[in-house]
């Protein structure tokens, strides 16, 4: 599957039911089609930034969207951590699986609540999940109720989304509960030539949890 057929499925889902649709098709092919032919970035970016801004508190991880296990693999190569996987598209964790980097896997919808305590995690990872046709904004919410106080966030937002899709909004509606958020610019992908994403740029948002 081509970046840009790819993506283009992608950014064209509308509901849930859509995901589970797409990747169940997509995930035996994500990771050599994908993610290696077209140096998909983002992964890599977010271990690199949890590495940085983390301590050894923050754990355990909670890796949203977490797909075939990219972002576990990358924050893996640094430092072994406690790490659960959640996403809504069982085959994509079943490919997870067989990489040993998740404590737990956890099937279930971002956009609803879920079945996970309050203060749970210790950081909260993820990469391409909230971006076109994917997780918006609301989903911060119960993100932030099963996190620790002063746990750290390390996520992905598409840079066309971040005001378009409401999450500028959100990000204002919950600033008394978050630290102010550092951001990074970065390219989502490296070595290809789709016209239409292949430039996608995408914003790095870390930021904790409050008190």
């Not at 849930?16 to 990747?23: E, T």
């Not at 301590?55 to 977490?66: F, H, K, R, S, Y």
């Not at 290809?192 to 430039?199: F, I, L, P, Q």
Request: glycine fraction near 6%; aromatic fraction near 10%; charge should be negative.
């Amino acid at each position: 599957m081509s970046l840009k057929k790819g993506l283009n499925d992608a950014y064209s889902l509308k509901t849930p039911q859509d995901s589970i649709n797409l990747y169940k098709v997509w995930a035996s092919s994500y990771d050599k089609d994908f993610a290696e032919k077209n140096d998909y970035r983002s992964p890599s970016e977010i271990a690199n930034y949890f590495e940085k801004y983390s301590n050894e508190n923050d754990t355990p991880i909670l890796d949203v969207g977490a797909g075939t296990g990219l972002v576990a693999e990358c924050l893996c190569m640094k430092n072994k951590r406690e790490i659960d996987a959640i996403d809504i598209s069982p085959e994509m964790l079943d490919l997870a699986k067989t990489k040993n980097f998740y404590s737990k896997l956890i099937e279930a919808d971002l956009t609803k609540n879920l079945d996970i305590d309050n203060d749970v995690y210790g950081g909260i990872v993820s990469a391409g999940t909230f971006t076109h046709g994917h997780v918006g904004p609301d989903s911060l919410d119960e993100l932030l109720r099963v996190t620790k106080p002063n746990g750290l966030f390390v996520i992905t937002i598409h840079s066309k989304l971040f005001k378009k899709a409401g999450f500028e909004k959100k990000f204002n509606e919950i600033n008394n509960k978050i630290t102010e958020p550092i951001i990074h610019e970065v390219k989502a992908y490296g070595n290809n030539s789709d016209k239409e994403h292949g430039n996608d740029v995408i914003l790095i948002m870390i930021f904790r949890k409050l008190n």
